[in-house]
Antibody, heavy 117, light 107 residues
C-alpha cells in the first residue's frame, strides 16, 4: 500500500541541526510532490515547504527560509528535511506528506523532534 | 498569508446528531479548501478535497460545501468513531495554512 515512513524521534540541543528522512513506497516516488508540515507543542499545523522529487525544484515558507533544506534521493525513494539552528520553539512533530495537487492524501507517521539543553 | 478560522473550537455531540463545522478564510481561496480528521496519536486523514469532493474509502456521512471564503464540513449521524479533531487547509496560495482545529467529543 501507499505509505511514507519517517525516521525515528530525535533529541537535539539548541543550535544543532536535525535531518528527518521520509521513505516512500507503494507508488512512483517522482510522480508526486512531497511537502513538510509540523505541529509545534501547543500550536496548530504549519506548512514548511515543498519539493518536486522529479525535478528537485523546491520552495520554502518564508518563516523557515535559510534554516530548512529539502532534498531527495530518487534511487531510494526518500525525501529529507533538514532544519538548522534549532531552538526550543522547534520542538514539534514533523510530517512528510504526499500531495497529488493541493490536497494531502498521504501522511507520514510523524517524527518527534525535541530541542532541549 | 491566508488565515483560516474554524468554528466552533469544541463541540460535544450526542451520537446520531448532525455536526457542522465552519471554516472562514481571510481571502478568497476559490475551492482550494480541504478537510482532515485527526485522532489522538495518529496522523491526519483526508476527508474532503476541493471543498466538496468526496474521498474514496471515507464514509458518506462526511460532506463539504462552500467556495470563496466560507466553507462547511458536515458530519451526518455522528458515530462514536468520529470523535476527533477536524482541520481545514487551503492550498490556494503559498504559504499553505490550516485552521486551528475543531475538537468533536461524543457525549
Amino acid at each position: 500500500q501507499v505509505q511514507l515512513v519517517q525516521s525515528g524521534a530525535e533529541v537535539k540541543k539548541p543550535g544543532a541541526s536535525v535531518k528527518v528522512s521520509c521513505k516512500a513506497s507503494g507508488y512512483t516516488f517522482i510522480s508526486y510532490h512531497i511537502n513538510w508540515i509540523r505541529r509545534a507543542t501547543g500550536q496548530g499545523l504549519e506548512w514548511m515547504g515543498w519539493m518536486d522529487p522529479n525535478s528537485g525544484n523546491r520552495g520554502y515558507a518564508q518563516k523557515f527560509q535559510g534554516r530548512v533544506t529539502l532534498t531527495r534521493s530518487t534511487s531510494i525513494s526518500t525525501a529529507y528535511m533538514e532544519l538548522s539552528s534549532l531552538r526550543s520553539e522547534d520542538t514539534a512533530i514533523y510530517y512528510c506528506v504526499r500531495t497529488p495537487s493541493g490536497e494531502v492524501d498521504v501522511w507520514g507517521q510523524g517524527t518527534t523532534v525535541t530541542v532541549s539543553s | 498569508e491566508i488565515v483560516l478560522t474554524q468554528s466552533p473550537d469544541f463541540q460535544s455531540v450526542t451520537p446520531k446528531e448532525k455536526v457542522t463545522i465552519t471554516c472562514r478564510a481571510s481571502q478568497n481561496t476559490g475551492s482550494s479548501l480541504h478537510w482532515y480528521q485527526q485522532k489522538p496519536g495518529q496522523s491526519p486523514k483526508l476527508l474532503i478535497k476541493y471543498a466538496s469532493q468526496s474521498i474514496s474509502g471515507v464514509s458518506s456521512r462526511f460532506s463539504g460545501s462552500g467556495s470563496g471564503t466560507d466553507f462547511t464540513l458536515t458530519i451526518n449521524s455522528l458515530e462514536a468513531e468520529d470523535a476527533a479533531t477536524y482541520y481545514c487547509h487551503q492550498s490556494s496560495t503559498l504559504p499553505w495554512t490550516f485552521g486551528q482545529g475543531t475538537k468533536v467529543e461524543i457525549k
